[in-house]
């Protein structure tokens, strides 16, 4: 047992030539700290982006809900989209960012680690030119489909077409906070975010590392997590579209409903990435490290943190849900739409929490597939749920909102599964043998 910890302990207390004092004294208390303190100390910082993001989305449906009822729906189309731009490079890919860095740094291989920066930043770039290509180009199909029309219609397209033209700076600048992020430090990454400082962001990678030789193989190291985390987010995303369109058919005050319920939703997504990319930094630099009992202590600690906090949101909504509604709308039948929501999917809140810190748990071990594939059987389950409830069995608006609820159940119990699945890799079987 002494012998296997001086193997791991000299390079973090005695960094080598290119490793700075900081950053190792950051991946010594990733792998030794205690769990709950280092895990609320690496979140800290990252209350202020959720702060940031609680402030875009809650003032601006406030705003919209003052300029009127079509340019609130107008932009509420356009809104799981932009959502889906800042969440894919963020949680999705960035955290497969986080991931391949911080098993780099528990490893001890900050060469790695290095490398997969520049790696990174060209990923950022072919993202930005997907979305926006794509996006902007389908963005008039979609939100008629979503059943906008006439001057609802406009006001979406008005605002994806400043939204989603910058995406480039929200790819990179997410991408790059990410590597930061999976040494353990968080701090600088949300004062970036909060400064807005997207050109230092955009050049930092050519002023600080080079030019690097692009290696196939470091890219596999972050696309392996990133992909899927990619698609995870966009199936969230893709998910809101669709039970918007549902909604939208029984009726604009019922799709209005909805969409106050699911701005919610993305309120506590913030939430679970401050505490998740602490997760992900943690798990994976202790499982890079082989300390896998340890990685799984940090895993439910931080997926029950967050599953309390969203869940807490959830029960206060459900009591008191003209605290939330009552900034958007004061139609009577869309806060009544919206409270019904909120009664029905509210208490919901906790395992749809623990569903999100669970996704940042495989992200963290670098097995991101499983979250994917919960999430899109929550959005089948969802959808198929709430078609068969309005036309199969006549339970309206009530059973739909039922469906979205029964989703969030089953996305947890999914990646419950897939967490306790994960198997210790046979590495660290030899060395306890």
Known sequence: MNIRNISISPPLLAPAKGVTASTAARTKLLLEGPILPTLLRLAAPNILTLLAFAGVITFDGFFLG?????????????????MMVLQTTNSGMGAGVSSAVARALGAGRRDRADALVFHAFLLALAVAAIFSTGLLIGAPFLFRWMGGRDEMLADALAYADVALGGAVVICVSNL???????????????????????????????????????RWELFADI??????????????????VV???????????TALGYAMGARLEYIMQPIAFGFGTAIVAM??????????????????????????LCGTIGLIVA????????LFSDDAEVARLGTLYLRIVGPAYLLFGLGLGLFYVTLGVGRAVAAMNANAVRMVASTA?????????????????????????????????????????????????
């Open 243 to 253: 039970l918007t369109g549902i909604a939208g058919q029984l009726g604009r005050d």
């Open 385 to 433: 749920g709430g078609l068969v409830a309005i036309y199969w069995f006549d339970l309206g608006v009530a059973g739909f909102f039922a469906a979205v609820a029964a989703g969030f159940c089953l996305y947890a119990a999914m990646l419950v599964h897939a967490v306790f699945s994960v198997k210790t890799p046979n590495a660290a079987l030899a060395t306890t043998s």
């Open 66 to 82: 003052r300029i009127g009822t079509n340019a609130l729906a107008g932009a509420s189309l356009a809104f799981p989209w932009v």
């Open 319 to 326: 009591f008191q849900p003209g605290l939330w509604i009552g």
């Open 283 to 308: 798990v994976g630099t202790n499982w890079g490290a082989q300390q896998y009992r340890r990685a799984r202590e940090i895993a439910w600690t931080g997926a029950t943190t967050v599953a309390v």
């Open 176 to 214: 790059l906070g990410n590597t930061v992020r999976g040494t353990g430090n968080m701090s600088f990454p949300a004062a970036v975010l909060i400064g807005c400082v997207m050109v230092h962001i955009a050049i930092s990678p050519v002023l600080i590392f080079g030019l690097v030789t692009p």
């Open 223 to 240: 696309l392996k997590v990133g992909v899927p985390g990619l698609i995870n987010i966009a199936i969230t995303n893709l998910s809101v």
